[in-house]
């Protein structure tokens, strides 16, 4: 018996097991996306929003991204 739920199982269908570090490294390939939920300030929101959207055009999920994506490469 499975402990996966059937949609956590038809989002896996198909899907080979990988180790994280195999995940991680496919930097070549379209990589799938997760949904990650944030509670911030409704201030940081703001100012977040008026940066990302008025100030550079970009998304804020662009802006996130990035943000994260320094913070990983410095703790590397």
């Known amino acids: 018996m499975s402990d996966l739920s059937p ?3 038809s989002r896996n269908r ?4 990988k180790s994280l ?6 930097d ?6 997760v949904r ?3 509670d911030l300030a409704k201030s940081l929101h703001k100012r977040l929003k008026r940066q990302a959207l008025m ?3 970009r998304s ?4 996130t ?12």
Request: charged residues 50%; aromatic residues 4%.
């Open 60 to 63: 804020m999920k662009a802006v």
């Open 21 to 26: 570090e195999d995940e991680v490294r496919s």
């Open 36 to 38: 990650y939920t944030l």
């Open 65 to 76: 991204t990035e943000a994260i994506e320094d913070y990983l490469r410095k703790h590397e």
């Open 7 to 9: 949609d956590d199982a």
């Open 14 to 17: 198909g899907r080979t097991d």
């Open 55 to 57: 100030e550079e055009e």
């Open 28 to 33: 070549d390939v379209e990589e799938a996306t």
